[in-house]
């Protein structure tokens, strides 16, 4: 087993881990309610980038310390900025560019990033969540969007909430800011699996360690193909998934992936 860890600097609220392939990207500050402070959200946004370029990692994991996963925007520093000259307007549009170029960061990592949710995933929390391409939650986890409840209203949340479960559940989330809980979650499309608490690290490093054992030249491949198609008419969809197609059966590890398969052996990825 090849493990080695790095803790990043004290200033940045998160910690990394490096375990088979498996990167651990950790919120390591419970006493903040792990907010996605201007800090979080750079340090997010530098350490996904890393990974996407990075062979080592083949799979990125997102949790967190402490009963909450993440309650979202650091209220603190929005507020602190109303006393701008331009009432915060220009600090507020810096701040929805920057945290919404760390979420669509998530989506375009060509490495598969998952959500390990203990406890609580609030407003932009409950963004990141939506954002990565699998969530596993523990059974006592819970979510909302409770910006309305402070005339706030979760409009990038919005975004990925609307794009993983059906408008009518999104929509009632949006408008009351009520919590839902882990089984609600799955039922809706949020999360993945729900498993218990004191299972949960192991049961999200099992399923990451699994897609850690595919091939990474095609799990990059289909992960962009995934999200681009998505919007795209269906006869436009078919027709670029038929050219994704086409590339990936060129590649070394599909024609050593079926060799493998025919001739009952396991396959040897190059990662090309």
């Not at 979650?185 to 993945?192: E, K, Q, S």
């Amino acid at each position: 087993m090849n493990k080695h860890s790095a803790v990043m600097a004290p200033s940045l609220p998160l910690v990394s881990t490096l375990e088979d392939g498996v990167l651990r990207l950790v919120l390591s500050r419970p006493e903040r309610r792990n907010c996605l402070s201007e800090a979080t959200i750079a340090a997010l946004k530098g350490a996904i980038a890393e990974a996407g370029s990075d062979e080592a990692v083949r799979v990125v994991v997102i949790a967190a310390e402490g009963p909450v996963f993440s309650s979202g925007h650091d209220l603190k520093e929005v507020i602190a900025h109303k006393q701008d000259e331009d009432g915060g307007e220009a600090y507020f549009t810096w701040l929805m560019e920057h945290c919404g170029s760390m979420m669509q960061s998530v989506v375009n990592c060509p490495k598969p990033v998952i959500a390990e949710v203990s406890g609580i995933a609030t407003a932009a929390g409950c963004q990141l969540v939506a954002s990565c391409d699998l969530a596993v939650a523990a059974d006592d986890a819970r979510f909302s969007t409770p910006g309305v409840n402070i005339g706030l209203f979760c409009s990038t949340p919005m975004i990925p909430l609307s794009r993983n479960v059906a408008p009518k559940h999104a929509m009632e989330m949006l408008l009351t800011g009520d919590f839902i809980s882990a089984q609600d979650a799955m039922r809706m499309g949020l999360v993945n699996r729900v498993v218990p608490s004191a299972e949960l690290t192991a049961e999200t490093m099992a399923l990451a360690r699994k897609i850690a054992s595919k091939s990474a030249a095609t799990i990059a491949l289909g992960k962009a193909a995934f999200y681009r198609q998505r919007t795209m008419p269906l006869d436009e969809a078919y027709a670029y998934c038929s050219k994704v197609m086409i590339e990936n059966m060129k590649m070394y590890d599909a024609n050593e992936g079926i060799c493998a398969f025919i001739e009952k052996r396991p396959a040897q990825w190059k990662d090309r």
